[in-house]
């Protein structure tokens, strides 16, 4: 059974899988295009504004220039590491996004196309795997620069990337013991008749916010970088395309945690009142998946937002608040999501 | 001790409390603000297309200027070279020959004047101090050059031109 692959869903895939890569790929692109119209906007500039009308070609621009820029290998940094390190994160970045449910079925040529290139059944360990392999990106590029500043990055990274993997991880066990599965597409199925799982969850959900934050090297967690200290953290050695992937996995990185968000707590791609609508099957589909697009927009508006308003931690505070109060707190919402679980069941 | 202005605030050292341990409600306030300013006005300025007014009593580069009748009114006296503070102006004196009474006013004149307009601080003291009116600052700003030489203005950048025509007025400064 498991042998019979036909050829057409091997098409059906590649085809998916090209259109996600494209989509998440043209995403980051314009988060960058975003972030600094934003930040211009929030600190009452006007941001780029010269390629292009508004500066809409400003990502081409910046991705041409890292292109054509000088390619530097430190004398001294291990070679094959060094190019390996931004191979990895770019790969985990983009390997995410392979479990995530973007939309349901789709009805084409009298056949049922789902819009989830695989729905595997322990689809969130997947993620959590995969995205903790990003961590190995960080280390072995900054290791391999031989650069006090990169491997003080580096550690800073790995510390901060495991600390708020447990919290993150912890409530999440409160979400899936409500929800009773580890596939993405069930929790997505369960919350389009039910209400989405931010009502049971809050407290669960603000750890995951703020956890997805520091997995994703962002302000107020951006230790790994901090420009102001480490010069660039784990990519100061990094020039050209190499710097290029790295700073384009994090936007990557930062579009896809907004989907998991979205599909773990805000319906994913439900949305009111779509069980009322009378339309084809097809359209709904299509309006679910514009609908999921709506809710990542918002949140990585609120990324950036985040950004341009608070400052980065210090690392005692950042490992302080990590361990001594959102595992804590994680571990009492788990309590309580149990506890009342067992109450209502009874 | 006493403060010079008495605006300065003494920091708070006390602990944090519960409330601003944690940090969201602070972190929500912060927001607000951020939201606000995404709907200011912009403060900048589309520079090569729109420029920025200038004060009235904005100080650019110099000029060296002449008197009524197109002669130079600088007489290389020095003070103007006394009083910059960044020391950045440089001369070197000539006598005035006879037959060049319509070129220079006075007996004496600079036959070189340089200002080194990377030194300058345009602070406009040259102007406030020469005798002879001959220094001004006008509204212009030095452009951009590839090399520092280039920064160093000679007479003929900064002499204002030498009127074509014996009714056309020269134009001073106010
Ligand atoms: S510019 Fe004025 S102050 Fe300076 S040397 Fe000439 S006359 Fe004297
Ligand atoms: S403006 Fe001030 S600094 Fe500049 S040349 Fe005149 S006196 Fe010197």
């Given at each position: 059974?498991l042998?019979?692959?036909?050829?057409?869903?091997?098409?059906?895939?590649?085809?998916?899988?090209?259109?996600?890569?494209?989509?998440?790929?043209?995403?980051?692109?314009?988060?960058?295009?975003?972030?600094?119209?934003?930040?211009?906007?929030i600190?009452?500039?006007?941001?780029?504004?010269?390629?292009?009308i508004?500066?809409?070609?400003?990502?081409?621009a910046?991705?041409?220039?890292?292109?054509?820029?000088?390619?530097?290998?430190?004398?001294?940094?291990?070679?094959?590491?060094?190019?390996?390190?931004?191979?990895?994160?770019?790969?985990?970045?983009?390997?995410?996004?392979?479990?995530?449910?973007?939309?349901s079925?789709?009805?084409?040529?009298?056949?049922?196309?789902?819009?989830?290139?695989?729905?595997?059944?322990?689809?969130?360990?997947?993620?959590f795997?995969?995205v903790?392999?990003?961590?190995?990106?960080?280390?072995?590029?900054g290791?391999?620069s031989?650069n006090?500043?990169?491997?003080?990055?580096?550690?800073?990274?790995?510390?901060?990337?495991?600390?708020?993997?447990?919290?993150m991880?912890?409530?999440?066990?409160?979400?899936?013991?409500?929800?009773?599965?580890?596939?993405?597409?069930?929790?997505?199925e369960q919350?389009?008749?039910?209400?989405?799982?931010?009502?049971?969850?809050?407290?669960?959900f603000?750890?995951?916010?703020?956890?997805?934050?520091?997995?994703?090297?962002?302000?107020?967690?951006?230790?790994?970088?901090?420009?102001?200290?480490?010069?660039?953290?784990?990519?100061?050695?990094?020039?050209?395309?190499?710097?290029?992937?790295?700073?384009?996995?994090?936007?990557?990185?930062?579009?896809?945690?907004?989907?998991?968000?979205?599909?773990?707590?805000?319906?994913?791609?439900?949305?009111?009142?779509?069980?009322?609508?009378h339309?084809?099957?097809?359209?709904?589909?299509?309006?679910?998946?514009?609908?999921?697009?709506?809710?990542?927009?918002?949140?990585?508006?609120?990324?950036?937002?985040?950004?341009?308003?608070?400052?980065?931690?210090?690392?005692?505070?950042?490992?302080?608040?990590?361990?001594?109060?959102?595992?804590?707190?994680?571990?009492?919402n788990?309590?309580?999501?149990?506890?009342?679980?067992?109450?209502?069941?009874? | 001790?006493?403060?010079?202005?008495?605006?300065?605030?003494?920091?708070?050292?006390?602990?944090?409390?519960?409330?601003?341990k944690?940090?969201?409600?602070?972190?929500?306030?912060?927001?607000?603000?951020?939201?606000?300013?995404?709907?200011?006005?912009?403060?900048?300025?589309?520079?090569?297309?729109?420029?920025?007014?200038?004060?009235?009593?904005?100080?650019?580069?110099?000029?060296?200027?002449?008197?009524?009748?197109?002669?130079?009114?600088?007489?290389?006296?020095?003070?103007?070279?006394?009083?910059?503070?960044?020391?950045?102006?440089?001369?070197?004196?000539?006598?005035?020959?006879?037959?060049?009474e319509?070129?220079?006013?006075?007996?004496?004149?600079?036959?070189?004047?340089e200002?080194?307009?990377?030194?300058?601080?345009?602070?406009?003291?040259?102007?406030?101090?020469?005798?002879?009116?001959?220094?001004?600052?006008?509204?212009?700003?030095?452009?951009?050059?590839?090399?520092?030489?280039?920064?160093?203005?000679?007479?003929?950048?900064?002499?204002?031109?030498?009127?074509?025509?014996?009714?056309?007025?020269?134009?001073?400064?106010?």
């Amino acid at each position: 059974m498991l042998l019979e692959i036909s050829a057409f869903l091997v098409l059906e895939k590649l085809i998916l899988v090209a259109i996600i890569l494209g989509i998440s790929l043209f995403i980051a692109m314009y988060s960058t295009y975003a972030e600094r119209k934003l930040a211009a906007f929030i600190q009452d500039r006007r941001g780029p504004n010269r390629a292009g009308i508004f500066g809409i070609l400003q990502p081409l621009a910046d991705g041409g220039k890292l292109f054509f820029k000088e390619e530097i290998i430190p004398e001294y940094a291990n070679k094959f590491l060094f190019i390996l390190g931004p191979a990895i994160f770019m790969i985990t970045a983009c390997m995410t996004s392979a479990v995530i449910p973007w939309g349901s079925t789709l009805h084409i040529f009298g056949k049922d196309i789902s819009l989830q290139v695989a729905d595997v059944n322990i689809g969130i360990l997947y993620i959590f795997g995969v995205v903790s392999l990003g961590v190995y990106g960080i280390m072995v590029g900054g290791w391999a620069s031989n650069n006090k500043y990169s491997l003080l990055g580096t550690i800073r990274a790995a510390s901060q990337i495991i600390s708020y993997e447990l919290a993150m991880g912890l409530s999440l066990i409160a979400l899936l013991m409500i929800t009773g599965s580890l596939s993405l597409k069930d929790i997505v199925e369960q919350q389009s008749h039910g209400v989405w799982y931010i009502v049971y969850q809050p407290i669960g959900f603000l750890i995951f916010l703020v956890c997805a934050f520091a997995e994703c090297n962002r302000t107020p967690f951006d230790l790994a970088e901090c420009d102001s200290e480490l010069v660039m953290g784990f990519h100061t050695e990094y020039s050209s395309m190499k710097l290029g992937f790295y700073l384009f996995a994090e936007y990557i990185n930062m579009f896809i945690s907004s989907a998991v968000m979205v599909t773990l707590y805000f319906g994913g791609y439900n949305f009111p009142g779509m069980h009322s609508l009378h339309v084809s099957p097809n359209t709904l589909t299509i309006l679910g998946v514009i609908a999921f697009f709506v809710k990542i927009f918002i949140f990585l508006f609120f990324f950036i937002w985040v950004r341009w308003t608070v400052p980065r931690f210090r690392y005692d505070q950042l490992m302080k608040l990590g361990w001594k109060m959102l595992i804590p707190l994680a571990i009492l919402n788990l309590l309580i999501t149990g506890a009342l679980m067992l109450y209502l069941h009874h | 001790m006493e403060s010079l202005t008495n605006r300065s605030k003494p920091v708070d050292r006390r602990p944090m409390n519960l409330w601003e341990k944690i940090y969201l409600p602070a972190v929500i306030k912060g927001l607000g603000i951020t939201l606000k300013h995404l709907f200011k006005k912009k403060a900048t300025y589309n520079f090569p297309e729109q420029t920025r007014p200038f004060s009235p009593v904005f100080r650019g580069l110099h000029i060296l200027n002449r008197d009524e009748e197109g002669r130079e009114r600088c007489t290389a006296c020095g003070l103007c070279a006394v009083a910059c503070p960044a020391e950045a102006i440089t001369m070197e004196a000539a006598e005035r020959k006879p037959g060049e009474e319509h070129l220079y006013r006075e007996e004496k004149y600079a036959a070189r004047y340089e200002i080194n307009m990377l030194r300058c601080i345009f602070c406009g003291f040259c102007e406030e101090t020469c005798p002879k009116d001959a220094i001004y600052l006008t509204e212009t700003f030095a452009p951009a050059n590839y090399q520092r030489k280039g920064f160093i203005y000679g007479k003929e950048d900064l002499l204002i031109p030498f009127p074509e025509k014996e009714n056309q007025p020269v134009t001073e400064k106010p």
